[in-house]
């Protein structure tokens, strides 16, 4: 039999803290890097540029970036590779270090050649479904559909074929774990023919697309690049108006501090159908998940959800920061982790009291959760000495303290 004709054997691989080498920044990479990170690999990358995802996880540490082309010698420690460059050349040679280095390799632009292929994966209730098809990556990701649709509902069978959403749905991808988008959410991601997603959305479901999907990167970093709002306005009006079914993917709800409302309005000037699907807020999931209930019977009444993206002195600003200074309920900020300083000493001034308890919630619901506790006079300290970075959302009132708390006190 030729070895091209002969099907491939199927294997878990255990990358955990195994160096894994990621050849280019673009498009592939920024799908298939966060099931890398979340598998606990070594994971280094190499290109010379990255979309502005990728640049975030670099930032972040998820992953190493050496910020050049590949050069011989590159994948001579690693245990698996993915070869996705624009350069055809470097792929090659990439692919020929990989065989005689004998390390497993992907490549994106030539399947062929590869000595690995990436399955068509799926996750649900810490199982896995991995599926291989041979050449047919649509029927790999149909088949993966239905297996996990039928591990999710108990039934293992597969669903009838559903219509196609017509127009652009704004759907809210949750505080960040794949599993807490809603069912509606992740249905009309399965019928998608363009993904424009936020940096905050939940990133892991990208690499459960099947291949054909464009995904748009509308990623947001913090005093980086960014796509403009009008930009993004506008590839969802020309990608609909092609008769394409578009999903915008948002971390959180579309609503809350999301500018869905602009995306609807732009859309709607265009005569272009709009359907939203509410997520779940991180405003009150990230501290759920850190065990912190924003109301409790008996020491808050209420809680109020505040954007902390500019500071209390910013003529810009639209919120009476005093009038939330002499509220007795909860306080969760939302993008506030660079302007806690000026925030918090804001508050106080206006006659809160500076031992207020604050819990500050880095990643919420993801792998990489952690919680900081401090008070409303030492949170901007601790949050410095900590190295706590966006995105994080700060709890002040006192249902910080109800319940065993899990932070690093400040």
Same mark, same amino acid.
């Given at each position: 039999m030729d070895r091209h004709d002969a099907p491939a054997y199927p294997v878990g691989l255990r990358l955990a803290g195994r160096r894994v080498v990621v050849l280019g920044g673009g498009q592939v990479a920024q799908r298939r890097l966060p099931a890398l990170v979340s598998a606990g690999a070594d994971v280094v990358l190499i290109s010379p540029s990255a979309t502005a995802s990728v640049e975030a996880m670099a930032t972040a540490g998820e992953v190493r970036?050496?910020?050049?082309? /590949? %050069?011989?010698?590159?994948?001579?420690?690693?245990? /698996? @590779?993915?070869?996705?460059?624009? #350069?055809?050349?470097?792929?090659?040679?990439?692919?020929?270090?990989?065989?005689?280095? %004998?390390?497993?390799?992907? %490549?994106?632009? #030539?399947a062929e050649a590869a000595t690995a292929?990436?399955?068509?994966?799926?996750?649900?209730?810490?199982?896995?479904?991995?599926?291989?098809?041979?050449? &047919?990556?649509?029927?790999?990701?149909?088949?993966?559909?239905?297996?996990?649709?039928?591990?999710?509902?108990?039934?293992?069978?597969?669903?009838?074929? %559903?219509?196609?959403?017509?127009?652009?749905?704004?759907?809210?991808?949750?505080?960040?774990?794949?599993?807490?988008?809603?069912?509606?959410?992740?249905?009309?991601?399965?019928?998608? #023919?363009?993904?424009?997603? &936020?940096r905050l959305g939940p990133r892991d479901l990208l690499d459960e697309l099947p291949p054909h999907v464009e995904v748009i990167d509308a990623a947001k970093i913090p005093y980086g690049r960014a796509m403009a709002q009008e930009a993004i306005n506008s590839a969802l009006i020309e990608? @609909?108006? @092609?008769?394409?079914?578009?999903?915008?993917?948002?971390?959180? &709800?579309?609503?809350v501090f999301g500018r869905g409302m602009e995306e609807a309005e732009a859309l709607a000037a265009e005569g272009i159908p709009v359907t939203v699907v509410p997520g779940i807020s991180s405003s009150i999931s990230v501290p759920g998940a850190a065990g912190i209930p924003v109301t409790h019977r008996g020491v808050a009444h209420e809680f109020t959800v505040v954007s902390g993206h500019v500071a209390p002195d910013d003529p810009r600003s639209l919120v009476d920061w005093d009038a939330l200074a002499r509220l007795r309920g909860t306080l969760v900020l939302l993008m506030a982790v660079e302007r806690i300083g000026p925030i918090a000493a804001t508050l106080i001034a206006g006659g809160r009291d500076a031992d207020t308890p604050v819990a500050v919630v880095q990643e919420g619901t993801t792998a990489a959760q952690r919680r900081v506790d401090a008070t409303l006079g030492t949170v901007a300290r601790t949050v410095t000495e900590e190295g706590v970075r966006p995105p994080a959302v700060i709890v002040i009132g006192e249902v910080v303290a109800v319940g065993p708390g899990t932070g690093t006190r400040g």
């Open positions: 970036w050496e910020r050049r082309p /590949y %050069r011989e010698g590159d994948l001579a420690e690693a245990w /698996y @590779a993915l070869i996705a460059t624009t #350069d055809p050349e470097a792929n090659r040679a990439a692919s020929a270090e990989a065989e005689r280095h %004998r390390v497993w390799c992907v %490549r994106s632009d #030539d292929w990436t399955p068509a994966t799926g996750r649900t209730d810490g199982v896995t479904v991995a599926v291989l098809t041979g050449r &047919d990556p649509r029927r790999s990701a149909a088949v993966r559909d239905a297996v996990v649709a039928g591990l999710r509902d108990g039934s293992l069978v597969a669903p009838h074929l %559903r219509e196609r959403t017509a127009g652009v749905a704004l759907v809210g991808g949750g505080p960040g774990d794949p599993d807490l988008i809603t069912v509606r959410g992740r249905k009309l991601l399965s019928e998608a #023919d363009v993904v424009i997603a &936020d990608h @609909a108006k @092609a008769g394409k079914a578009v999903v915008r993917l948002k971390g959180g &709800d579309p609503f």
